[in-house]
């Protein structure tokens, strides 16, 4: 019996603990950062943006979460029910299971899995099954169509993240991500991490991150312009708000990557006093906030693409540039020691 509680009960209670913990936290930070891609547009466009729930329009997102649980859910006469509630299920579901490999410190993790870049890149590809069931459950036209989009957007740009994520780990050795973080430090700071040696694959990185996640300009799978509003066209209430749910915390997810791949996790920029006293998950936390940042100002500034020029952009230009920068790199290592990289 204690051989039970301390080796299945007891670990068990620990991870379900720590995954509640996550997910509140993650929740919360999502709210927050809704809140900041809102503020960001509008000041971009010279508005207020949300301002009158709660002070400086903190609470707007929770103001929004009770709107959206409250409403009525209407599910179409022709839909297939079951397909079309578990779509949304299934969309928010991976992209929150997505964080239980992510070191947001060093040993701050659910779990260090020795293949967690694996791990995130399965987890990513497998969210495109929520846009497709919930496009094909609608029974509509307009969101079928948005969903083999998307399909095909997706597919086309994890190809390309694909080949980005294979020059980190020739340089880092390693498909762990706190792994990936530790080989990242060096004497010269935040020169020494893989956002300038692999500067190309870091702007490829970021720009696939915007198609991966549905951001604008690359937001056509759910343009109001496109396809009236995309795959979501037949969703309200709840529904809608785990579809969307998930698309945040999948950039959040992303933000996350990038950090981890390019920006040295939770190392501070320079390994001196005073950097050295804050916290690696302060680090994290604020290396997350300027790439989630940048998302927003993209979407803010810059119009959207066609189809045909999304389509161009992954297979012609960012396809080739990987696969030139992967034997670039594997040349380097191959030919260099590995601490010269």
Do not use: H
Not at 76 to 92: D, E, H, I, T, W
Not at 221 to 242: D, K, N, R
Not at 298 to 314: E, F, H, N, S
């Amino acid at each position: 019996m204690p051989e039970l509680w301390t080796d299945y009960i007891w670990p068990v209670i620990v991870i379900a603990a720590q995954s509640v913990l996550l997910l509140t936290l993650l929740l919360i930070i999502t709210a927050f950062v809704l809140y900041a891609d809102r503020k960001i547009w509008a000041a971009v466009q010279i508005r207020r943006g949300p301002n009158v729930v709660g002070p400086w329009g903190l609470l707007q997102s929770f103001a929004d979460l009770i709107k959206f649980a409250l409403k009525e859910p209407i599910i179409p006469s022709g839909a297939n029910k079951g397909v079309f509630l578990l779509a949304p299920l299934v969309s928010a579901a991976l992209a929150l299971s997505a964080w239980a490999v992510i070191p947001v410190a060093a040993d701050w993790e659910i779990a260090d899995v020795n293949v967690g870049v694996l791990y995130i890149f399965a987890i990513s590809s497998l969210m495109v099954y929520g846009v497709i069931m919930g496009g094909w459950a609608s029974n509509s036209k307009y969101p079928f169509l948005a969903a083999l989009r998307s399909a095909a957007q997706m597919v086309s740009y994890e190809v390309s993240i694909g080949f980005v994520i294979i020059t980190v780990l020739l340089c880092a050795g390693s498909l762990n991500l706190s792994a990936i973080v530790e080989a990242q430090a060096s004497k010269w700071g935040m020169l020494g991490w893989y956002w300038l040696r692999l500067l190309p694959m870091f702007v490829v990185f970021f720009i696939s991150a915007l198609a991966e996640t549905n951001r604008p300009p690359f937001d056509l799978v759910e343009a109001e312009s496109e396809l009236v509003a995309g795959f979501a066209v037949e969703y309200s209430s709840t529904a809608y708000l785990l579809f969307f749910l998930g698309e945040y915390i999948a950039i959040a997810t992303m933000c996350a990557m990038a950090t981890i791949l390019f920006l040295g996790g939770w190392l501070p920029p320079f390994p001196v006093p005073p950097f050295t006293w804050i916290p690696g998950v302060i680090w994290f936390f604020l290396k997350c906030i300027f790439i989630f940042f940048l998302f927003a100002m993209v979407k803010a500034m810059v119009p959207r693409y066609r189809y045909d020029q999304l389509m161009r952009l992954g297979w012609k230009v960012f396809l080739p540039l990987s696969l030139a920068m992967v034997a670039i790199v594997a040349a380097f290592v191959q030919f260099w020691p590995r601490d010269g990289l």
